[in-house]
C-alpha cells in the first residue's frame, strides 16, 4: 500500500451505505486491510443496519442513528479486545450493512399441481399462485445463517428457498383445511392468514418475517373445469326435455331463415325427423297390434307449447309459458305494446297483434261480490 493509499484511509472517517438498487439485503463496507479509524462516524440511515464481524465473529449491531466508533459505543467489541484503558489505534473489523426494508411484490407459485381429496369432488389437483413481501427482522441471524461472508447479497438468493418453503405450507395447509375446492375463492384471505403463520416460525430461524402474503388464484385442472362447466350448464337449462324441445326449435327456425346457404339444410333436418318420427310410429304400431291384427287408433301428438321471448329497451328476455306470460300480463309487466316472438313467427310483433297472446289482455276477473 503507497503512502497516499495510507493517508487517504486515514483521513476517511465516514462510514455509511446508501443503496440505488431494488434488491441488495446486505454490502459489506471495504475498506484496506479491514482498518477501521478509531473515533469514525458511522451512519445509519433508516432501513438499515450495521453489523460488525471481528475477527470472524460476530460483534456489535447498530441499529440507526450516527454514532462515534469509540470503545463506549462498542460495547461487545470493546469486551471482544480487552479495552479497558481506552483505544486510540486503528482496529480491523468487518463492517456489513443490512436492508431492513420490505421487499415487495414477491412471486410465489405452484409448479407442480397440489394433490388433495375433496370433500365434493373427491381426489383432486390444484394449482396456485401469488405475491408476498419480505424484510430482514433480525440482522444478526440473518448474516450468521444465510449470509456469512458473502460481500453483496441480493433478494434472488434467497427468493428461491423462501418459494419453496411457501409451496409446502400452502400444500400442508389446504390439504388439511377440510374447504371445498368451489369455496376457496371465498376463503383466500383467510387461507393466506393460516399460510403465512404457518411459514413466519420457518423463515423466523433465517432472521426474515413475511409482513404481507396474497393468494391470488387458485385453479382447477382444465378436464374438471370442463366437466364443472357442463355440471352449471345442466343446472341453468332445467328441464332437459323442454331444453332440448326448445333447441330444436331454434335450430330449424334458423335454418329457415337462411334460404342460400341453410335451406336445404333445414328441409333436409325437418325430413330427417319425419322419417325418425314415422318409424318410431310404426314401431308402437307394431307393437300395439292385437292378436287378430287389428291396429288401435294412435292418439293425436299432444299441442306444442309455444315459448315466447321479449324485448324490451334493447335486451330480450325469456323464454317465457304462455302461463307466465298471463300472469305477467295481470301484474302490468307485460303490455299490448311489449314486443313477443316465437319460433315460426314472422319477426317480432307486438303481444296486442299475436291472436294467441291477445286474450291476455280481454280476460277481465268476474265484479266482487256483494257489488
Do not use: C
Not at 369432488?121 to 399462485?129: I, Q
Amino acid at each position: 500500500m503507497g503512502i497516499l493509499d495510507f493517508l487517504t484511509g486515514e483521513f476517511i472517517d465516514v462510514i455509511h451505505w446508501t443503496d440505488d438498487t431494488r434488491d441488495t439485503m446486505v454490502w459489506r463496507f471495504d475498506r484496506e486491510g479491514h482498518a477501521i479509524k478509531y473515533g469514525a462516524k458511522l451512519t445509519v440511515r433508516e432501513g438499515q443496519a450495521a453489523v460488525f464481524v471481528h475477527e470472524g465473529q460476530l460483534a456489535d449491531v447498530f441499529t440507526p442513528g450516527l454514532y462515534m466508533l469509540e470503545t463506549n459505543n462498542m460495547p461487545i467489541l470493546t469486551t471482544l479486545n480487552h479495552w479497558d484503558h481506552g483505544f486510540k489505534s486503528p482496529f480491523k473489523s468487518e463492517i456489513y450493512f443490512v436492508n431492513t426494508t420490505r421487499f415487495n411484490d414477491l412471486k410465489w407459485g405452484t409448479k407442480n399441481p397440489i394433490m388433495l381429496r375433496d370433500p365434493e369432488f373427491g381426489p383432486l389437483r390444484l394449482r396456485s399462485f401469488g405475491t408476498y413481501s419480505t424484510r430482514v427482522s433480525d440482522p444478526a441471524k440473518f448474516l450468521r445463517e444465510i449470509v456469512g461472508t458473502d460481500g453483496e447479497f441480493t433478494m434472488d438468493e434467497i427468493s428461491y428457498q423462501i418459494r419453496n418453503v411457501i409451496v409446502q405450507e400452502f400444500s400442508r395447509v389446504v390439504a388439511s383445511s377440510g374447504i371445498p375446492a368451489l369455496d376457496m375463492a371465498a376463503n383466500t384471505a383467510d387461507l393466506g392468514k393460516l399460510i403465512a403463520s404457518a411459514i413466519s416460525p420457518i423463515v423466523a430461524e433465517y432472521g426474515l418475517s413475511i409482513p404481507e402474503f396474497y393468494i391470488e388464484n387458485i385453479s382447477l385442472p382444465p378436464a374438471v373445469e370442463e366437466a364443472l362447466d357442463k355440471r352449471t350448464s345442466m343446472g341453468m337449462a332445467g328441464d332437459l326435455g323442454k331444453f332440448t324441445q326448445y333447441s330444436a326449435a331454434e335450430a330449424m327456425t334458423s335454418a329457415a331463415r337462411n334460404p342460400d346457404g341453410g335451406g336445404g339444410m333445414g328441409a333436409g333436418l325437418g325430413a330427417g325427423m319425419g322419417m325418425a318420427m314415422a318409424t318410431q310410429m310404426a314401431g308402437q304400431m307394431q307393437q300395439n297390434s292385437g292378436p287378430w291384427g287389428s291396429v288401435p287408433t294412435p292418439p293425436p301428438p299432444p299441442p306444442v307449447e309455444h315459448v315466447w321471448h321479449l324485448a324490451e329497451d334493447g335486451k330480450t328476455t325469456g323464454p317465457f309459458s304462455k302461463a307466465a306470460l298471463g300472469r305477467m300480463a295481470a301484474e302490468g309487466s307485460l303490455k299490448r305494446s311489449t314486443h313477443v316472438w316465437t319460433a315460426g313467427q314472422d319477426g317480432w310483433k307486438e303481444a296486442g297483434e299475436v291472436m294467441e297472446l291477445a286474450q291476455l289482455f280481454t280476460i277481465l276477473p268476474p265484479p266482487p261480490p256483494g257489488a
